[in-house]
């Protein structure tokens, strides 16, 4: 929790010069998207994201389960 409080006195910090250049370089799409990232988006951000990763060579062929049936869209 303690690194949560961190995490937001820094970003109330260095939210003016961010601001100063996400305008410069990128207008008021970039100056929103300053403020967004810091305050709309992480009251919505809910989800988590996992990727495993392998090779395809070492992906084995799995039928499908029961009642489930590919193909093809058309």
Known sequence: MR???KKYL????T????L??????????GAWDAVASRSVHRVF???RLVVYAQPVAAARDAPPPAGVTL????
């Open 20 to 29: 100063r250049l996400a305008w410069r370089h990128d207008g008021a799409r």
């Open 3 to 5: 690194a949560r409080w």
């Open 15 to 18: 939210l003016p010069s961010d």
């Open 10 to 13: 820094h970003d109330l910090r």
């Open 71 to 74: 193909r093809r869209l058309g």
């Open 45 to 47: 951000r809910r989800g």
